[in-house]
Each structure stands twice: as C-alpha cells, then as structure tokens.
C-alpha cells in the first residue's frame, strides 16, 4: 500500500471539504445579511400594518440650498390685477381678492393650479400642499426643480376660503434667490427614512400615501436660509395626515406641521 498516495488524497479531500464549507458559510452569511436587510424593515412593516406602495428611486446625490427671503417691490405688483394688496414689511403679500375665486372640488387641482399660474406673483414657482377643509385653508408651497421646499413659512401661498368655499384672500412670501451650495453628497434611500420613522415610534398601522424628496430648513436667519435635502413622507392614519420629515444625509427624523415650528423626535 502507497501510504505516500493515500496521505495526498487525504490531504486534497480535506482541502476541497474546507473549500466547500467556507463556500457553504459564505452564502449563508450572506442570507443572512439579507434577511436582515431591506427584507427585515419590509417585513416589520407589514407585521406593523404598515402599508405602502412603490418607492421612488431617485434622487441619489444632492446639493444643500441657500436661499435669500424675497423683498417685493410696488413694482412688482403692477400686474396683479383686481386685488387689493398690503405689502408687509417688503416681505409679505397679503391680497384680498375683487372677485372671489370658487374652487372647484378636484383631486387634480387643475383650476386652482390655472389660477396660481395667471393671478400670482411667481406663481410657475409653487404647487398645491394640502387642502384643509375644515380650517378653509389651501395652502402652496414653493419648489425648486419641482421638489418642495417643505413646511417652508417663507415660501408659501396660503389661500383663505369663505363659507361658500371660495378663495377671498391670501398670503404670499417666496424665497429668491436659491442656489446649490456645496459638494453633492448622497442622501438616503426613501426604505431607509422610513426605517428611521418605524424605529422612532412614528408609524403604525397606518398607510404611507406618498413619499417625495425636496428640502427643509436646517439653519434660519432672519434673511437666509440654509436648506438641507429631505425625505417626505405623508401618513394618514385614522383619516389623520401626518407630514414626517427625514433628513436625507443624517437620517434624522423631524416631525413638522406648516403652522408649528420642527420638533425632532429624539
């Protein structure tokens, strides 16, 4: 008997079974890593009752803004044309309407939409927020390459209804000008804000109507603004809209209303 032969067949037999263990336990590693990836926050939500639909896939990288408050001029409202205007402070429009303005009850806001665009200062620059019927209150918020800057107080449109559901008045402030500041940085996907709101405490048995990506105001002077990219993302739950925020570089989460100043949830 060769014992020479048979050692080196031992010796390649249990070199081949270390390969194929070492094989076996990286692919089970990386099972692992996946169940508890993406997968473990999907399937947490759904035990949550959490519901939502397809996530956006875009934006990757972003910029941060700065943003001057716009100071308005008489001479910019020339063109606004049977209204009566206060202008408060070179700041604030305030504008009471000759004619009120009926809205009519749509989900696509085309007619309002019309009316921005041919009756408001800048008015290509905002897009339709929210219609709270109870308070009367439509209220626009200004965008930047049609993404929102959120619960923004200084570029918003807020429009006040009558009891026959017309628009009487409204306010108006913009920011102007906006520019990119910085090197783009990637934000995080919109799975992972939402993560950061069901580890918070946030979400439960509730839907996720909508989730979008703009910017919210990171640092407020009294005329400038730094803006830093976020995650929105809109809940209702109980017929309840809830607006949560996420930052979209620290996955911070911020929880704010148009009429409240941001609180974090710590």
Known sequence: ?????????????????????????????????????????????????????????????????????????????????????????????????????????????????????????HGDQYAFWDYNEEEGIITYYQQVDKKFLFMNQSAHLVFHLNSEGEIASYDQTMLDPIKSTGEEEKVLPPIQAIEALYHKGALSNCTIKDVNFGYYTLVNMEATQVLTPTWHILVKKDGVRMDMLVNAYEGTVIQGKPDKEKTILE
């Open 1 to 121: 008997m060769d014992w020479g032969k048979i050692k080196t067949i031992f010796i390649i037999a249990f070199l081949i079974l270390d390969i194929f263990l070492l094989t076996q336990l990286q692919v089970k590693k990386e099972q692992y890593e996946f169940t508890n990836g993406n997968t473990s926050i999907e399937e947490n939500l759904k035990a949550d009752g959490i519901k939502y639909g397809e996530l956006p896939k875009e934006p990757v990288k972003d910029h941060y803004l700065s943003a001057n408050t716009m100071t308005f001029t008489k001479e910019d409202l020339l063109d606004l044309k049977d209204q009566h205007i206060q202008l408060e402070g070179g700041k604030i429009i305030h504008s009471q309407l000759k004619e009120p303005f009926l809205v009519e009850k749509s989900d696509d806001h085309s007619d309002l939409d019309k009316f921005v665009e041919n009756n408001i200062l």
